[in-house]
């Protein structure tokens, strides 16, 4: 441990934990107690928002947050340890100068006690160390659950929708309702401020009314097929032809950014038209699917014997596999196709990969999708804890998984610096076959 930081009543606390933290989050910590401290030392008054420095949150298991990151607290297990420091001044260059300083008045002692850190700790049972956590998205579901609609946005009491950093606003008086300020998320959350604000804002959530919203997934559906067949059609494409060709007569302009914001593409593909110019080939694709599968759902005539229930609440759709797939092929933009940057409508595993993390395929053996079901499952709809995962994964489909199907659903859990391989083992068991590809099953 290279360093032990105190606060200045340490001598009387009773009850205290050590806490092992890298270096940068040190670096951070100390950078802003700087700050605070420059802001004391020339004004007292206001209140800044923002002074707390770590944050503690969880309950089976602790995680700890800064502005930046989120650490997974466990206990160090060092048998028989002491940590003991004795008291000396803060830097060795003091040491004579604090001996040598005469003691001009009574209040000279306090001042030398203040500038001398020591500590003895008696147990190991008391120090913890902090590792980098995994990126929690469960609280997603919670906002899916009162979304905006097109009527809301098109209402004329409602207040303009901004930008999500306006979300701090509070909300007129009076209005009581589900929804929640950023600040609000984040006490909620599993997660730093930096990396809800990530989530939201892949998320494609908006500020409205004060809140922080999620479109109805329903209307982001409708607008995304829209623009896709509105650039596929376009020779010159761009987000600023989309907004102006659809806003605002058809959508609210707030809609348009939305679809932009969550499958725009990174960087916009010079040289190519239609569809993939703008769009993230992988979330189009993946939500044309969820689109497939709602319609065919709804179609089917035995529809309650077509979900696999998890629990009382939600239940997964799920239709048969050769319909789903010339449906989902279909509403595939041609462009995908002829840019070649998805595989060709024959090669159905290698199409079928991209919906890892949100379709689980049921019945398939190797190559053969003969009375295979496919099951609309997203990973953001399924328990955060690994074991309860895998187990859901495994009632969705009791048979053999291959490795990229299992590994997407799993590797989201994974702290970093923790690898697939070695979690797998404790949760699913391997099937090795000559000239097959290694399969996981559940165990015994």
């Known amino acids: 441990m290279t360093y032990v930081t105190l ?11 050590l806490l092992a933290v890298e270096a940068d989050c040190v670096r951070r910590l100390k950078e802003k107690i700087a700050v605070h401290g420059n802001e004391e030392a020339s004004t007292r008054t206001g209140m800044d928002e923002n002074r707390t420095l770590l944050m503690m949150k969880g309950t089976s298991n602790l995680l700890l947050c800064d502005d930046e990151h989120t650490y997974r607290l466990r206990r160090v297990e060092y048998s028989n340890t002491l940590l003991l420091a004795e008291k000396r001044p803060i830097c060795d260059r003091n ?13 000279a002692p306090v001042d030398l006690e203040k500038k001398c850190k020591y500590v003895v700790v008696r147990s190991a049972e008391r120090l913890f160390e902090a590792k980098r956590a995994c990126v929690y998205r469960d609280l997603l579901k919670l906002l899916k659950e009162s979304p905006v609609t097109i009527e809301e946005l098109e209402s004329e009491n409602s207040a303009r929708p901004c930008d999500l950093a306006d979300a701090r606003m509070a909300p007129p008086d009076g209005v009581i309702c589900q929804h929640y300020t950023f600040p609000q998320l984040v006490s909620m959350s599993r997660c730093s401020a930096r990396e809800l604000s990530e989530i939201l804002s892949e998320a494609g959530a908006i500020a409205y009314r ?31 032809a989309v907004e102006e060709h659809f806003c605002p007569s058809v959508y609210p302009s707030i809609v348009i950014r939305v679809v932009q914001k969550v499958y725009g593409a990174l960087e916009q593909a010079e040289g190519r038209t239609g569809a993939v110019a703008l769009l993230h080939v992988r979330k189009v694709l993946q939500t044309l699917a969820e689109a497939a599968i709602l319609l065919l759902t709804a179609r089917s005539e035995e529809e309650p014997d077509r979900q696999f229930h998890m629990d009382e609440n939600f239940f997964f759709p799920s239709v048969e596999f050769e319909s789903f797939y010339n449906t989902w092929v279909e509403s595939i933009p041609s462009s995908f196709f002829a840019s070649g940057v998805i595989p060709p409508r024959s090669e159905k595993a290698a199409l ?49 998984w291959e490795v990229g199907a299992l590994r ?37």
């Not at 200045?8 to 606390?13: P, V």
Request: charged content about 25%.
């Open 7 to 17: 606060r200045s009543d340490f001598a009387k606390c009773s009850e205290y934990r």
């Open 95 to 107: 040491i004579e100068a604090l001996t040598h300083t005469p003691v001009q008045n009574s209040s």
């Open 210 to 240: 004060g809140r922080v919203r999620l479109l109805h997934p329903s209307l982001l559906r409708e607008a995304l097929q829209a623009v896709i067949v509105f650039v596929e059609c376009c020779e010159e494409v761009s987000w600023g």
């Open 352 to 400: 079928t990969s991209l919906l890892n993390d949100v379709v689980v395929v049921r019945g398939a053996c190797g190559d053969c999708y003969a009375g295979a079901t496919v099951v609309w499952a997203p990973q953001d709809e399924l328990s955060t804890d690994l074991s309860q995962r895998m187990e859901q994964l495994f009632e969705l489909n009791p048979g053999r």
């Open 408 to 444: 997407a659903y799993v590797e989201p859990l994974l702290d970093p610096g923790v690898v697939f391989e070695q979690v797998v083992h404790r949760h699913a068991k391997e099937f090795r076959a000559p000239n097959q590809p290694l399969r996981y099953g559940r165990l015994v």
